[in-house]
């Protein structure tokens, strides 16, 4: 059972607007959610984060927005580079338990 | 700079072999970290340990072990390969409750 789930495999963007990407979780337990970006041939570098006691955390860029009661939350990219163009995965943890699940990704490509 | 690394970028072994993935991390992490990459399927956790020679499984363990005997060196180990484990092996490193930083990843090919 996928406990986090990012339901589009793709987005596509035109560069300098915004890039929404989703990511679902079932499990009520997680507390700390996090953003990642994978190039082709590398590991995935760490982008954003957030805490359940927040709603909303914001860096350059990048805005990650949490709704638990909707158990979703989301990735504002504004505005959009084509070096952005990359796969973005979501992953929570649940406090105590050490271990991140991820999920199954999403690939974003800006248009220059 | 914090640093994981991974011993080899590309690795091509026979079915029936026993292979050895190495990963250090320079960053005096307590938990460290096995994903493999699929298509489609994302990252999923094969094994991780959370200090010296302890260790959990993951979500799919079969196939694999792990070896933690230094708190900076996580192994993993396919005890004998078969063609379905052909995929990327990412390893990672973190304290509690923060973020995980990667390796630069290991394809590997099992024909």
């Known amino acids: 059972d996928q406990q986090v789930k990012q339901n589009s495999p793709s987005l596509s963007v035109q560069e300098g607007r915004i890039s929404i990407l989703n990511c679902d979780y079932t499990?009520?337990?997680?507390?700390?959610f996090l953003w990642y970006k994978k190039y082709p041939a590398e590991g995935p570098t760490f982008l954003i984060s957030?805490?359940?006691?927040?709603d909303k955390n914001e860096d350059g860029r990048f805005t990650v927005f949490l709704n638990k009661s909707a158990k979703h939350l989301s990735l504002h990219i504004v505005p959009s580079q084509p070096g952005d163009s990359a796969v973005y995965f979501c992953?929570?943890?649940?406090?105590?338990?050490?271990?991140?699940?991820f999920g199954t990704g999403t690939r974003l490509k800006v248009l220059a | 700079d914090v640093k994981v690394t991974q011993s080899s970028r590309y690795l091509v072994k026979r079915t029936g072999e026993k292979v050895f993935l190495e990963c250090v991390q320079d960053?005096?992490?307590?938990?460290m970290f096995w994903y493999r990459q699929d298509p489609g399927l994302g990252l999923r956790l094969i094994y991780f340990?959370?200090?010296?020679?302890?260790?959990e499984k993951g979500d799919i363990p079969e196939g694999y072990s792990v070896s933690r005997e230094k708190k900076e060196r996580f192994s993993l180990i396919l005890e004998s390969a078969s063609t379905n484990q052909t995929s990327m092996y990412l390893c990672?490193?973190?304290?509690?409750?923060?973020?995980?930083?990667f390796g630069q990843g290991t394809r590997l090919t099992v024909v």
């Open positions: 499990n009520s337990m997680f507390d700390y």
């Open positions: 990672a490193s973190s304290l509690m409750n923060t973020e995980a930083f």
């Open positions: 340990s959370y200090d010296v020679k302890m260790k």
């Open positions: 957030i805490s359940s006691i927040k």
């Open positions: 992953a929570a943890s649940a406090e105590g338990t050490y271990k991140y699940i």
């Open positions: 960053m005096d992490h307590e938990n």
